[in-house]
């Protein structure tokens, strides 16, 4: 079991702009809005597989299994140490609770 609380990549993500590459025209390239990569950055959304591939066609140092083993770390990290969470989506599977907003607004990816 890790004994650490691993970040989310949306910081990792933010480290990767400049002047030289801007979220905007990221954004661009990616095919998405800024609002996207903004909210990865906040730690409002996952970084889900379809926005892995297409960040690793733009910031091509970093492939998309990096991307999403980021986000595949932080999300088993959460679930582990957060009682709340987990008993959201242990309910959500016996059909207690519909919604996948409780996971996905916390940034996880598995919501």
């Known amino acids: 079991m890790r004994m650490y609380d691993p970040p989310h990549p ?5 480290a990767c702009f ?8 990221t954004a661009t390239k990616m ?13 409002k959304a996952p970084i889900t597989p379809d926005i892995a591939v297409m960040l690793s066609t733009v910031i091509t140092k970093i492939p998309a299994s990096m991307w999403l083993q980021l986000q595949e770390t932080y999300d088993s990290w959460q679930v582990e140490h957060n009682t709340e969470l987990r008993n959201t989506i242990i309910n959500r599977h016996r059909g207690n609770v519909a919604s996948q907003a409780d996971a996905s607004s916390m940034g996880l990816a598995f919501a």
Do not use: N, Y
């Open 10 to 14: 949306g910081p990792i993500l933010a």
């Open 18 to 25: 400049s002047e030289k590459r801007t979220i905007e025209d």
């Open 31 to 43: 095919g998405v809005s800024v609002k996207t990569l903004t909210d990865i950055i906040e730690e």
